[in-house]
């Protein structure tokens, strides 16, 4: 079976500066995605990046940046000059691509990012 | 606009009663799923449907049952059996696998409380 596993359960960064987050997983499969959803106070899921196993470059969206280590197993999100309204919880989260089977996610357990004034 | 409505928001159950959770889509999904979220325990996979009339287990069915008569609802029952009940409850929906689209879509969520 899957598992993914965030190893912060919190973390701070001032306004304007450069936050990691960690995700590692395990898994024998070579074909599936990975995630980063983040969960404002709203609760609101909202997708953040996605990685395509198969792409060797790292996926980018604006501000937010991942560093994928295939055979390291690990998936971190780099958010760049952090902002007030990146305060929320972040979920790293795994898709095994099935064959013509729907697609589950699984999710790690969360870190909750404080942006500080 | 296209998205998942959930409802209501805020579901208090007395203990031994069953509940009911709706979820409807209007983005032509074929797959449903129902998640629950606990502090500190992520968020795990209640059951799941990937077209009418079809559905499986997750993680941690035991004391819930659903039904996916209709592709665009998905309810969820949260039966007295559930020992545990009072936690955040998320519905999401995806397209067909196969599309070259993983992205899933969420609702809004439910708290379920019981008192």
């Known amino acids: 079976a899957q598992t993914v596993t965030q190893s912060q359960p919190e973390m701070s960064v001032q306004e304007a500066e450069t936050v990691t987050l960690s995700c590692t997983y395990d898994?024998?499969?070579?074909?599936?995605?990975l995630f980063w959803y983040k969960q404002p106070p709203s609760r609101q899921m909202i997708l953040v990046i996605r990685?395509?196993?198969?792409?060797?470059q790292n996926a980018t969206e604006n501000r937010f940046s991942v560093n994928f280590q295939k055979a390291a197993k690990s998936f971190s999100l780099k958010i760049s000059d952090s902002q007030l309204g990146d305060t929320a919880m972040y979920f790293c989260?795994?898709?095994?691509?099935?064959?013509?089977?729907?697609?589950?996610?699984?999710f790690g357990t969360g870190t909750l990012l404080a942006v500080q004034p | 606009d296209g998205g998942i409505t959930q409802s209501p928001k805020y579901l208090f159950r007395k203990e031994g009663q069953n509940v009911t959770l709706s979820c409807e889509q209007n983005?032509?999904?074929?797959?449903m799923y129902w998640y629950r979220q606990d502090p500190g325990q992520g968020l795990r996979l209640i059951y799941y449907?990937?077209?009418?009339?079809?559905?499986q287990k997750g993680d941690i069915a035991e004391g819930y049952s659903v039904s996916r008569e209709k592709k665009e609802s998905f309810p969820l029952t949260v039966t007295s059996a559930q020992k545990n009940p009072t936690a955040f409850y998320l519905c999401?929906?995806?397209?067909?696998?196969?599309?070259?689209?993983?992205?899933?879509?969420f609702g809004s969520g439910t708290r379920l409380t019981v008192v």
């Open positions: 990685q395509e196993a198969y792409k060797q």
């Open positions: 999401a929906s995806s397209p067909r696998p196969g599309t070259g689209n993983y992205g899933y879509t």
């Open positions: 983005l032509n999904h074929d797959a």
């Open positions: 989260a795994f898709m095994k691509l099935y064959g013509g089977a729907t697609n589950k996610l699984i």
């Open positions: 449907s990937q077209i009418v009339n079809d559905f």
């Open positions: 898994t024998s499969e070579s074909n599936y995605y």
